[in-house]
Nanobody, 123 residues
Framework: QVQLVESGGGLVQAGGSLRLSCTASDRTFSNYVMGWFRQAPGKEREFVAGINWGGDSTDYADSVQGRFTISRVNAKNTVYLQMNSLEPEDTAVYFC????????????????WGQGTQVTVSS
């Protein structure tokens, strides 16, 4: 499994932006499909966005489509989540995850997880 470390969370007002980063320890980072998930208190972990190995194929949850952008820089072993037009409903702990096969939306399909970073959007 690959070790993942997220950063970039924080407190922001509604309408604001944040960029999350997730850095992997594995030199074969480019072999991994990466995903971002989030979990709000009392709710299940939900898919936010995913990106394939080369970064040319992405997938987004309907709730973030058009507001969030996932990207990756394989040379830096890092995947990003640019979050714009944030809403209070986006408040959650955000996790990045990795898997070796294709794009998926189920958390159960990902074998490696970061520790999470808190995002809080105030109204």
């Amino acid at each position: 499994q690959v070790q993942l470390v997220e950063s970039g969370g924080g407190l922001v007002q509604a309408g604001g932006s944040l960029r999350l980063s997730c850095t992997a320890s594995d030199r074969t980072f480019s072999n991994y499909v990466m995903g971002w998930f989030r979990q709000a208190p009392g709710k299940e972990r939900e898919f936010v966005a995913g990106i394939n190995w080369g970064g040319d194929s992405t997938d987004y949850a309907d709730s973030v489509q058009g507001r969030f952008t996932i990207s990756r820089v394989n040379a830096k072993n890092t995947v990003y989540l640019q979050m714009n037009s944030l809403e209070p409903e986006d408040t959650a702990v955000y996790f990045c995850a990795a898997r070796l096969a294709g794009l998926r939306r189920s958390a159960a399909d990902f074998g490696s997880w970061g520790q999470g970073t808190q995002v809080t959007v105030s109204s």
